[in-house]
């Protein structure tokens, strides 16, 4: 399995992705948005047999953070290493950069989910910790923010 930047045209494939998880990806207008996103946004894909088995998608919030924006693998590729090498790639990408946190939003607790539950502890197993529960999504979905500190170069402070 490689992972690279997707090209031009695989935003069907990532929603593809999406389609093959139906109890994590059940809104049709979010599976919509992320498609779209894939697109506009920088994207990575891992690839096994030429085909597009799962992708991450990059967005930089401020001059120091980044957030997965959208992460998806199919079913048949969880817990094979897919999910870590796509974070790893992000996080050795954002090494060049002066980011200093990673952050992702999934949802939370306070709605009981299994396969959110197992979602939430690939994160936490990545280094992600919880920072805050809202209702960004409405009541009903809940949204965990989870936040990584990344090591990052520090700024320069020649001729203070």
């Known amino acids: 399995m490689i992972v690279r930047r997707m090209q031009k045209g695989e935003a069907e494939a990532c929603e593809q992705v999406m389609r093959s ?8 207008e979010a ?10 946004m920088e994207t ?11 992708f991450v998608t990059l967005n930089q919030r401020s001059p120091v953070a980044a ?22 790639h992000v996080e050795g990408l954002l090494a060049s950069r002066p980011i200093e946190f990673l952050q992702v939003k ?5 709605r009981p989910n299994a396969e959110y539950e197992r979602t939430r502890g690939f994160y936490e197993h990545m280094g992600f910790r919880p920072l805050e529960e809202n209702d960004l ?24």
């Open 21 to 28: 998880l139906p109890k994590l990806f059940g809104i049709e």
């Open 31 to 40: 599976i919509v948005e992320y498609a779209q996103a894939c697109e506009t």
């Open 44 to 54: 990575y894909v891992g690839v096994e047999s030429g085909r597009v088995v799962g």
């Open 67 to 88: 957030e997965i924006h959208c992460m998806a693998l199919r079913p048949e590729f969880h817990g094979k290493g897919l999910g870590r090498a796509l974070v790893d």
């Open 106 to 110: 999934t949802l939370g607790p306070a």
């Open 137 to 160: 999504w409405g009541k009903d979905n809940p949204c965990l923010m989870m936040v990584k500190h990344l090591t990052c170069p520090r700024p320069s402070r020649a001729g203070q």
